[in-house]
């Protein structure tokens, strides 16, 4: 591997640039984001808190693309149990100390708590980085050429301008919601009380496991990022099979767990039975959740990434247009129905991309 400091330097710089304007425009337009999207409901000071988290968020993913690409991936999932670690030691001591004083600064103490642990994260990685850079020497020729910034720009501002759109559309959705159940009749206490039972609650012990299999999926990046590199089209055929076959068996049992045991897990976490009613509805969910994530790491390893993006854009489109249309005709029935529709879309359609890339070009054994 050749230029690797030269380029991660570069990478870096990017990063660091396009997330501090990034934060000056949120900054700039906080006043505008509290009035129109949170309702006045929380202080400047949150926004701002999420404008300072935003470069070592970017340049903590630029450096985890690294450890991907060299295929040092534990060091990416260190980082991220030092991250979750320090988040719930840090978040449960400010939350203490600012709960009592209201819900706006229960906010804050959560921006706050995911601030601190950012960092944390973010100055591990970077220290383990500068280290793990150090065995690489750059190539003389690289030095001399410049086309690896055109490289770079090539791949980064598609995956940009997608992400941008779909995180624009994300947080239109999420806004979205509890007005369109409110608008279905259900009183604006209780369309947030749903809202955040279904969201805060019920979701998360669904997603949990998928922190898991995320740490799986992303060590098949750089192996079929290699396979794809070799034209070995037959080998990326027989390990999409098996991984398929694998992760879809192991997707429905924790499938089967969810469901099972929805009582316990909301007793134990939250001391409310409510919550197991949702985490049983949801639970078929976790299949598709599971899988999907496996199905899009298998799709940027064959270098595919803008495909996924695009997906999900579409995804994001039509589940944001059935919540703004259909919910406040269905109410909460209505809600669950898209995420449903959202998650099932997203994995059929990733699934089809996977099936032609895989299993409809001509084959080629590497040597």
Known sequence: MVGVK????????????????TSLIFW??????????LHNKVSPQVVHLFCLALPPIA???????????????????IGQ???????VIVTAFIINIYLPKGLEFACFALILGDLISEVISFVYIYIVFMLDKRKYNNSPELAQNRNYTHKLLRISIPI?????????????????????????????????????????????????PDILVKSFANLLVPEFARYHAKKDYKRTKQITTILLFLIGGASTALTVLLFVFSD?????LYKDISVAHYIR????????????????????????????????????????????????????????????????????????????????????TST
Do not use: W
């Open 281 to 364: 509805i949801l639970a078929p969910l976790a299949t598709f959740i599971y899988m999907d994530t496996v199905v899009d790491s298998v799709l940027r390893g064959l270098d595919a990434q803008v495909g996924v993006m695009i997906i999900n854009i579409l995804d994001l489109a039509i589940s944001t247009s059935f919540i703004y249309f259909c919910v406040p005709k269905l109410g909460l029935t209505g809600y669950l129905i898209s995420i449903y529709m959202s998650e099932i879309l997203n994995f059929v359609v990733s699934t089809i991309q996977l099936i032609k890339i895989v299993y409809f070009r001509k084959e080629k």
């Open 81 to 87: 149990f030092i991250e979750h670690v320090a988040k």
């Open 160 to 208: 940009a301008i997608t992400s941008y759109i779909r995180s624009g559309l994300s947080t239109f959705k999420q806004l979205i919601i509890p007005s369109s159940l409110e608008k279905s009749g259900i009183n604006c206490s209780e369309s947030l009380s749903k809202y955040g039972i279904i969201n805060g609650m019920a979701l998360p012990i669904i997603m949990f």
């Open 28 to 37: 700039v337009n906080t006043d505008f984001i509290i009035a129109k999207c």
């Open 59 to 77: 340049m903590s993913s630029a450096i985890s693309g690294y450890f991907a690409g060299v295929r040092r991936i534990y060091k990416n999932a």
């Open 264 to 268: 316990t897990l909301a007793l134990t």
């Open 6 to 21: 030269k380029v991660m330097k570069k990478c870096l710089y990017i990063t660091l640039i396009t997330s501090i304007f």
